[in-house]
């Protein structure tokens, strides 16, 4: 009995582990996920209309402290302590949560679409919208503190040649 328990016990592990390692398409943003990526900005531009490419002016001191303290609390499950985007919620996700400080990848939403995606979140991923458990001053700040992890230095190769780059 015990024997066949823990054969059926081991049989049900390997049905579980392949799931939560091959659902991901691998980290290089070719394909799908620039399909994706393509397909939100698409949906945040007819959102915002014109204020898409609203600028937002540069962060305050103030906001920087607030949207810190906010981001330790409610973002570093996935996107990391340093918003790198490797939280330890991350490893079980089929959608990686976005990298801030990648240089290329953190700028290809707009300020004022990242504002409603932190808002509204993303539909059909991890990425849940915020609206109603903060602000509107606390989630500029969180848009403040994100974009400041923005890096020159960590330019990923990306294959973001097929129109995601028009503003
Ligand atoms: C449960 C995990 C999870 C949590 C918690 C979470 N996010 Fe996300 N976030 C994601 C995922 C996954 C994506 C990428 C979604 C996709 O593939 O389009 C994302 C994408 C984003 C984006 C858009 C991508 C970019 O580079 O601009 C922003 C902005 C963002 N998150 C901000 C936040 C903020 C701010 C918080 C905290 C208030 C937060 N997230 C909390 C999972 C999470």
Same mark, same amino acid.
Do not use: M, R, T
């Given at each position: 009995m015990h024997t066949l328990l823990s054969a059926l016990k081991i049989a049900a592990l390997f049905a579980i582990i392949p799931i939560s390692t091959t659902a991901y398409a691998g980290?290089?943003? @070719? *394909? *799908?996920h620039m399909e994706h990526m393509n397909d939100v900005q698409k949906k945040l531009k007819k959102a915002l209309g014109n204020k898409y490419y609203?600028?937002?002016? @540069? @962060?305050t001191k103030k906001q920087l402290i607030l949207g810190k303290t906010i981001f330790t609390k409610s973002c570093v499950a996935c996107h990391g302590k340093k918003g790198n985007g490797k939280g330890p919620a991350s490893a079980t996700l089929?959608?990686?949560?976005a990298d801030f400080t990648d240089a290329e990848h953190?700028?290809?939403y707009s300020d004022q679409g990242r504002i409603?995606?932190?808002k509204k979140g993303i539909k059909n991923t991890p990425m849940? *919208?915020?609206?109603?458990t903060?602000?509107?001053k606390e989630i500029l700040s969180l848009h403040a503190y994100i974009r400041s992890l923005r890096t020159t230095k960590?330019?990923?190769k990306h294959n973001h040649s097929h129109g995601g780059h028009d503003h």
């Open positions: 980290p290089d943003h @070719a *394909g *799908g609203q600028p937002v002016p @540069a @962060a089929k959608q990686k949560p953190s700028k290809f409603y995606i932190i849940s *919208g915020w609206e109603n903060f602000n509107e960590n330019v990923k």
